[in-house]
């Protein structure tokens, strides 16, 4: 399974195996890692699960779609690798994906 | 799910249930009506003597649908907005909440800032602050009434930082929220759509004195100088400066007004629950969540159909008037483990409807939970108990779900 590694705003590091087309929010989730809220769970419809995905990893996490776009642009601590991590999949690729999370979510 | 198959809403053909009537939620009896409508007819059409014809969407997936499309559902102030009821023509309020994209996007844009993470740690030890000065000074052994003491209080003392607005004036926040919200005619201070605007009126003019004071000083973090400073908000007219007045009061204190009454009521109710509390504060974590999900403070948000759609197989037209009811979302058993129950330790606690989903989503909504959690804490570690000793009286609206009377004693 696919490692990875979601740092919290304290810097405090998670490395957790998540099942391939698991979202990456899922993977918060089930391993009870503080940082994600996922209100809506799953649905793109809450921006509580948003992350900043590492640079490094930005070209294989696809692109967001006009929905996740517009709930993305509401969070005032967005930038511009803001993702929500509802919205990517994991796949053998993304093996060693680092994300990061906001101070709070909203 | 409990169905008195002798009760009316069990009873009457579909074709005559409106669930809408804000006598039932005056008097807490809607609930099998949307038992009832989220088995036999999830998407259901109705005619309201109050409201006119419109359509009900009462499951959490197909309220979902509904508010991830905002392409087919409009929430536009022209088009009536965001609540069952339609402002007469010519008095249309426009404010964020009830607009579409763009628009919308950019003047919310403007006002988030106040709830950003930073901000709301500001605000904590002022919360505190204002929950130990109000909760040391209530009575004990004596009745009183809550909402007057407690809730609205509270959530006032809030609205008029967040405006920096003149402190001792600050019950006017309340009085003009329930100006806007009150049904005319139905008893209560607004008797007709002519007295409401006349108080509209007297808020403009107050708010406009405090804008005029903000747009020539340099921008400060309340929410009338970011709207004078605000690139998508300083041209507004004065009707669109109105209307997002009355969304930010109406928003800003009546929500959690009453998910605060909630709350009280919930926990006599459930003195188990209460128990939990008291031995495990950290459960909060998941009550606060909880007591927003079981209260779902306003019932619903409305939408207006822009094209001919299809909704879990009903024809809903262009122009149709298309009502979510979060209140039966957040009992809706396919979602919600055991929904009729109020548990402080649920699991998903956090996954309710309240909140609304998608580009309306409450702005305030983590300054509401801040609240909620902080006046619960202090609750916890003053008072045994709060009972409540006599009916609780609720507002006679089938938008805004909550309470003018919650009459409670703490021992002595």
């Known amino acids: ?106 | 799910m409990h169905v008195a198959t002798d009760h009316p809403a069990w009873t009457t053909p579909l074709a005559a249930l409106d669930p809408s009537h804000p006598g039932l939620f005056q008097a807490d009896e809607m609930w099998p009506y949307f038992a009832r409508l989220r088995r036999d007819a999830p998407v259901h059409f109705a005619e309201s003597p109050f409201f006119g014809p419109y359509w009900s969407v009462t499951t959490w997936k197909d309220i979902v649908q509904v508010e991830l499309n905002p392409q087919a559902f409009s929430s536009d102030s022209g088009f009536g907005g965001i609540s069952i009821r339609d402002r007469p023509k010519g008095l249309e309020l426009p404010m964020f909440i009830a607009m579409d994209p763009p628009k919308h996007d950019e003047q919310r844009k403007v006002v988030q800032p106040i709830v950003a993470p930073g901000n709301l740690a500001r605000l904590q030890d002022l919360i505190r602050a204002r929950v130990c000065h109000i909760l040391d000074g209530l009575p004990r052994g004596e009745t009183f009434n809550w909402v007057e003491h407690v809730s609205i209080e509270l959530t006032v003392q809030m609205l008029a930082t967040l405006f920096d607005f003149p402190f001792e004036d600050r019950r006017k926040l309340s009085y003009w929220s329930d100006s806007a919200t009150m049904i005319a005619g139905a008893g209560g201070h607004v008797d007709s759509e002519a007295t409401r605007e006349a108080i509209f009126a007297e808020c403009l003019a107050y708010f406009t004195a405090l804008w005029n004071q903000r747009v020539n000083a340099p921008p400060r973090p309340d929410l009338i100088s970011m709207l004078a400073h605000g690139e998508a908000t300083r041209g507004m007219t004065p009707r669109e400066f109105l209307g997002n007045l009355i969304l930010l009061i109406v928003g800003g204190n009546d929500t959690t007004r009453n998910s605060i009454s909630g709350g009280v009521l919930f926990l006599h109710e459930n003195p188990g629950e209460f128990a939990k509390l008291q031995a495990n504060p950290a459960l909060l974590d998941s009550a606060v969540p909880e007591i927003i999900r079981y209260q779902t403070p306003l019932a619903h948000m409305r939408r207006t159909a822009l094209v001919d759609t299809e909704l879990h197989g009903q024809r809903i037209r262009a122009g149709d008037k298309v009502v979510m009811w979060y209140i039966s979302g957040n009992r809706d058993e396919t979602a919600i483990e055991a929904p009729d129950r109020f548990l402080v330790d649920r699991k998903r606690a956090r996954q309710h409807l309240s909140f609304g989903f998608g580009i309306h989503r409450c702005v305030g909504n983590r300054l509401a939970e801040l609240q909620l959690r902080i006046l619960w804490e202090e609750i916890l570690r003053r008072f045994p108990r709060i009972e409540v000793v006599g009916e609780p009286k609720r507002v006679f609206s089938s938008f805004v779900h909550g309470y003018t009377d919650l009459p409670v004693r703490i021992p002595a």
């Open chain 1, 1 to 106: 399974m696919p490692l990875i590694t979601y740092i919290e705003h304290n810097g405090r590091e998670h490395k957790v195996e998540v099942p391939l087309g698991h979202s990456v929010m899922q993977g918060a989730v089930d391993n009870a890692i503080p940082g994600i809220d996922a209100d809506c769970g799953g649905e793109c419809a809450c921006a509580t699960c948003h992350v900043f995905v590492d640079p490094a990893w930005l070209g294989r996490t696809g692109t967001p779609d006009a929905q996740e776009k517009s709930m993305v642009s509401f969070a005032s601590t967005a930038q511009a690798n803001s993702r929500l991590a509802c919205q990517i999949q994991v796949t053998a690729a993304l093996d060693g994906l680092v994300v990061r999370m906001p101070e709070a979510q909203h």
